[in-house]
């Protein structure tokens, strides 16, 4: 059963104020050249801090708005390997874990 719009929301603002908190939030919007991407989490032109930002939270926002919410999400895993050794992005991570666990 997919989850409800509220809990997903839930936790994207959850996971926007905890990089906002830790200094992972850019102010600045993205060259518009970073948009021009081609590997899986944009990693030819973006920070992985800067795709959870710029890319993941707005298709999730759209996703919910659009009431077709994807069926699994499994971006902790990646955000694990980008944050390895980060102790600031812990709790960043247990979010991501969280929101995937939602699907």
Same mark, same amino acid.
């Not at 906002?20 to 030819?44: C, H, N, T, V």
């Given at each position: %059963? +997919?989850? *409800? ?5 839930? /936790?994207? &603002?959850?996971?926007? &104020?905890? %990089? ?8 600045? +919007? ?5 948009? /021009? $991407? =081609?590997?899986?989490?944009?990693? *030819? =032109?973006?920070? $992985? ?8 939270? +707005?298709?999730?926002k759209d996703s919910v708005a659009s009431g077709k919410l994807p069926s699994k999400s /499994?971006? &902790? ?9 980060? /102790? ?10 969280? $929101?995937?666990?939602? $699907?």
């Open positions: %059963m +997919p989850p *409800d719009s509220k809990s997903v929301l839930s /936790q994207i &603002a959850s996971i926007e &104020a905890e %990089m906002q908190r830790i200094g992972f939030w850019q102010a600045g +919007p993205l060259k518009p050249e970073q948009y /021009q $991407f =081609s590997e899986a989490f944009a990693m *030819d =032109s973006m920070a $992985f801090s800067q795709w959870l930002q710029f890319i993941f939270i +707005p298709r999730v /499994q971006v &902790a895993a990646q955000a694990v390997r980008e944050f390895d050794g980060q /102790q600031e992005a812990s709790h960043l991570v247990s979010l991501l874990s969280e $929101f995937d666990a939602l $699907f």
